[in-house]
């Protein structure tokens, strides 16, 4: 659901966001190597301290796709995707590059990404792979088809319809609704929903989780399926 962005070309990492949101995806963007590996959570030196002990990632909240230019400055895109292994972080990692040469895609993978897309491409390609590296997240396989009470989403054309009837959702309304049928009943809280459907600048205290489950609710129609658990946050 969530994707980090780093591309120093500063006109394309606008689109690539605006392009990525449109197509569901809560995206944050950054301009040097550096950078991103503060946005996930990695020391900037590498001689430095490490947050936490080898094993499971433990940053506070891992993106699920890292669409990662290689020529990155500063610290090179290269050394990024390397350290984000090692760190054994569940992100995923799509290399952008200008250079078309097998031995440089061969080099990006041998680093760890996982999967390559040479500069110029075909912005519904990027889309698509990046849904597919979000399916082959470390977290457990989900079917593409997610059925609940007459309720039927699909998440890889994300289309939703209940009862036979088409719901007109908006990308982040879906999101969210893909996340609670997700947790298969589990109460999901306002802070994982605003952590996983909105980007890292969303204020907490704005109440958009609030005003988006009222709109979803209202689209969703009668008899209602969501239902607040008070103090605690949502289940479907």
Known sequence: MRVLVAEDERDLAALLATGLRRAGFAVDTVHAGDDALEALGLPVCEAGPRPYAAGPYAAPSPYDVLVLDRDLPRVHGDDVARRLVEAGSPTRILMLTASSAVEDRVDGLDLGADDYLGKPFDFPELVSRVRALR????????????????????????????????????????????????????????????ERAWDAHADPFTGAVRVCMSKLRAKLGEPGLIRTVQGVGYAL
């Open 135 to 194: 399916r082959r997240s470390a977290r457990p396989a989900l079917p593409p088809l997610l059925e609940r009470d007459g309720l039927l989403v699909d998440t890889v054309r994300r289309t939703a319809v209940r009862d036979g009837r088409d719901l007109d959702l908006s990308p982040k309304e879906f999101s969210v609704l893909q996340l609670l049928l997700e947790a298969d009943g589990a109460v999901v809280s306002a802070e994982e929903l605003l």
